[in-house]
């Protein structure tokens, strides 16, 4: 009896372990992914969902074993309490498990359709590049494979998510698309609180080669991306007020308060922000239906208005 309590012990500890290497992704990834893929989709029965949080989650374990196997000095300073730094699993069982999920991400992707293991390997492609490929050291590099990783996680969420799974709705398309540009803009809200430990990787990120304006960058780009947002999903009065508001609060953070304490708080709230725009989609199918999709015109008239300048 003892003994059965014992393995069963060990198997929640090793679960809590694996668990671990993506607890610091579940505001900023998991939670806003599967939201984007409910709202997309759209859900095509609630069982679907679990399905969905498993992709999401297996796809985003195999990129952060990835990561965390490349950096734990970085992780000892600025996540200790991650696998590695605390000793919970050492870097050579982290690398069996990192390419152990290759075929595990892969197999289950492959059980929906062609078109969802394409988007699986084209993730797995990506991981590489970033990790093994040192794509990571760069910060435009960094932020533009991030953005493309995290657009992927939409894809293959929203495919998995669907009744369809081999296409996603025009609506989908131009979402996905619309989170790749705006996260790519702005992800780097989330290395202001983890300067210290990348300065020691050598990873050279905004915030570090450019310190003030890196600041000035997101404090503008989020209320600039709240009000292009807030107009392409054409959102009511009061729902666009109150998401440009939280958006310019969200900016003013950053440029106003700078101590590291600061910075941790200042990204929950753009987790928070950033997580909102993934349910405009499901307000444009609840408005509009789902044989429209959002008019992307006023990009067109931004883009005409840059050439002709």
């Known amino acids: ?32 992914v599967t939201l984007f893929a409910i709202a997309a989709a759209p859900l095509s ?57 290759v075929p595990i991400c892969l197999a289950y992707s492959a059980l929906y359709s062609v078109q969802l293991t394409f988007v699986s390997l084209s993730m797995l492609m990506f991981t590489m590049w970033y990790n093994e490929n040192d794509g990571d ?18 894809v293959g969420g929203t495919l998995v998510a669907a009744r369809d ?14 989170t790749v540009a705006v996260f790519s803009s702005t992800l780097h809200a989330q290395d202001f609180k983890d300067a210290d ?24 780009a989020i209320p600039l991306w709240s009000i292009f947002l807030a107009l392409v999903w054409d959102l009511d009065i009061l729902s666009a007020t109150a998401f440009v508001a939280y958006g310019c609060y969200v900016g003013m953070r950053f440029m106003l308060y700078r101590t590291v304490k600061d910075d941790k708080r200042s990204c929950k709230h753009y987790s928070t ?37």
């Open 165 to 178: 799974h081999t296409q996603l709705s025009q609506t989908g398309q131009i979402a996905a698309e619309l």
């Open 1 to 32: 009896m003892a003994t059965q309590r014992f393995e069963l012990g060990k198997i929640f500890s090793d679960l809590y372990t694996i668990f671990l290497f993506t607890r610091s992704d579940i505001r900023i990834a998991l939670i806003p």
């Open 45 to 101: 029965s609630p069982l679907r969902l679990l399905d969905t949080i498993l992709w999401i989650w297996l796809h985003l374990l195999q990129f952060n074993v990835a990561n965390q196997i490349k950096a734990p000095e970085e992780d000892k300073i600025n996540k200790p309490s991650r696998p590695i730094p605390s000793g919970r699993m050492t870097v050579h069982d982290a690398t069996i498990l990192r390419w152990a999920l």
């Open 137 to 154: 050291k760069d910060a435009l590099s960094k932020n533009l494979l991030t953005a493309v990783m995290y657009g992927c996680l939409e």
């Open 197 to 220: 430990g990348d300065r020691q990787t050598g990873r050279r990120t905004f915030p570090i080669a450019y310190p003030i304006i890196s600041r000035i960058a997101i404090g503008l």
């Open 273 to 309: 922000w950033f997580s909102l725009h993934h349910l405009f989609p499901a307000y444009w199918y609840f408005h509009h239906g789902t044989n429209g999709y959002p008019s992307l015109a006023l990009v067109e008239q931004i883009l005409n208005g840059t050439v002709a300048a």
